[in-house]
């Protein structure tokens, strides 16, 4: 092997190294954000041990963004605070009957050690008051590696409302249709 060989060996492992590296993160990235939406649905079911306070960075920020969630949301400033508004929602407190989150729309952006997804999400929610409603929302949000480097934390979640609308929820013992 020649010399200049070698220079070029190693550009390939490492261009290699780093697009396995961005596909890890990728990974990581949908995965945090899976298991947020997943811990926000009613019924939820978390593993032994999951919580939403562990999917954010202690200095995280979330945002509620348009005319529509920058009233309704705001800023919210640290993880206490963000799982606290979070908690206003979420059993045992009496909000949702049924919510379910859908994503779609993915683009994930890694740049060494912050990434930035984005989706659509969809969300079907039938409240207490046994009104219901669908509600369309362009998510933004940036994350960061955490310190042990296990997983990727939201550092920055904004939600933007698109559309909302009236539907229907069949009853839990209405199976048929």
């Given at each position: 092997m020649t010399q200049t060989e070698n220079p070029q060996k190693q550009s390939t492992l490492e261009g290699l190294q780093a697009r396995i590296e961005a596909l890890e993160a990728e990974r990581a990235v949908r995965k945090t954000i899976s298991r947020y939406m997943a811990l926000c649905d009613v019924p939820s079911a978390a593993c032994n041990g999951e919580s939403l306070a562990a999917l954010f960075a202690d200095d995280a920020?979330?945002?509620?963004?348009?005319?529509?969630?920058?009233?309704?949301?705001?800023?919210?400033e640290g993880r206490a605070e963000i799982v606290a508004m979070l908690q206003r929602y979420l059993p045992p407190t009496p909000h949702f009957t049924t919510n379910v989150h859908f994503l779609t729309a993915e683009t994930i952006e890694v740049a060494g050690s912050s990434a930035k997804g984005r989706w659509v999400m969809l969300q079907a929610s039938g409240y207490v008051d046994a009104q219901a409603q669908l509600i369309s929302a362009r998510l933004e949000v940036d994350f960061?590696?955490?310190?042990?480097?296990?997983?990727?934390?939201?550092?920055?979640?904004r939600t933007e409302r698109l559309f909302d609308a009236p539907w229907h929820v069949n009853p839990r013992n209405d199976m048929t249709s």
């Amino acid at each position: 092997m020649t010399q200049t060989e070698n220079p070029q060996k190693q550009s390939t492992l490492e261009g290699l190294q780093a697009r396995i590296e961005a596909l890890e993160a990728e990974r990581a990235v949908r995965k945090t954000i899976s298991r947020y939406m997943a811990l926000c649905d009613v019924p939820s079911a978390a593993c032994n041990g999951e919580s939403l306070a562990a999917l954010f960075a202690d200095d995280a920020i979330w945002e509620g963004i348009g005319s529509q969630y920058a009233r309704k949301f705001g800023r919210l400033e640290g993880r206490a605070e963000i799982v606290a508004m979070l908690q206003r929602y979420l059993p045992p407190t009496p909000h949702f009957t049924t919510n379910v989150h859908f994503l779609t729309a993915e683009t994930i952006e890694v740049a060494g050690s912050s990434a930035k997804g984005r989706w659509v999400m969809l969300q079907a929610s039938g409240y207490v008051d046994a009104q219901a409603q669908l509600i369309s929302a362009r998510l933004e949000v940036d994350f960061s590696p955490a310190p042990d480097g296990n997983q990727w934390l939201i550092q920055h979640f904004r939600t933007e409302r698109l559309f909302d609308a009236p539907w229907h929820v069949n009853p839990r013992n209405d199976m048929t249709s």
